[in-house]
């Protein structure tokens, strides 16, 4: 079956938001499908939902640089798809994936490497790259 | 300390973001703080997040009612903060939450209870309680 044909019924199941005047987009919410750790969250229109299914690796639409990112064309961190669950209002999506070095261009597993504490914001995720020598 | 001052070094790092014309939402991503399953995201405003940290209770601001919502404020499937963390770009969060009962409006336990397979989504949440009985 053609891949447009088998992805109808998944379409036809979503709604997009308009962010920042940006329309047509799902919110992508990405896990570590070892560690279940949160790592980041992204906007996706439908060639970037599109282009992830057909490839198996993520694709998100930049709402600040405002066009379509392969994550990991840059730095290599790429995020392989494991398995993609749809919320139950058709506007999220949650991607389950094995994620390459990081995901956090600042150098971090999870973009999500700050607690909130009584005074503030504390690191506690963990630097694995160093942003200056992978974004050149 | 008064818990405006306390904030503030929060609110400084946070950048808002407008949603389907609703401005000064910030994206909430909700995290079971034990079996560390995604279990919804919704957005909040500045006043939904002041509540939920002076109460450690989930609050968030509804883009479809266009108000304010304590979560559980009619199921009673409250969430009781137990650690919040700031992303890279300000403009997400994410919460490990006690779950009471289902985070979801359909009666499972997460809103990714659909999970996308080759011809559609199967459901693969369970369902723990009865919409029809718990919405009156």
Known sequence: MQLEMRMKPLFDELKTRTVDGIQGLYLAIVQDSGSAEVLMTAFMNRRALELTLETGIMHYYSTSRRRLWKKGESSGNIQEVVEAYVDCDGDALLFRV???????????????????????????????????????
């Open 98 to 136: 094995k994620q390459k070095g990081g995901a956090c261009h600042k150098g971090y597993r999870s973009c999500f490497y700050r607690r909130l504490e009584k005074n503030g914001l504390k690191i506690t995720g963990e630097k694995i790259f160093n942003p200056e020598e992978v974004y050149k």
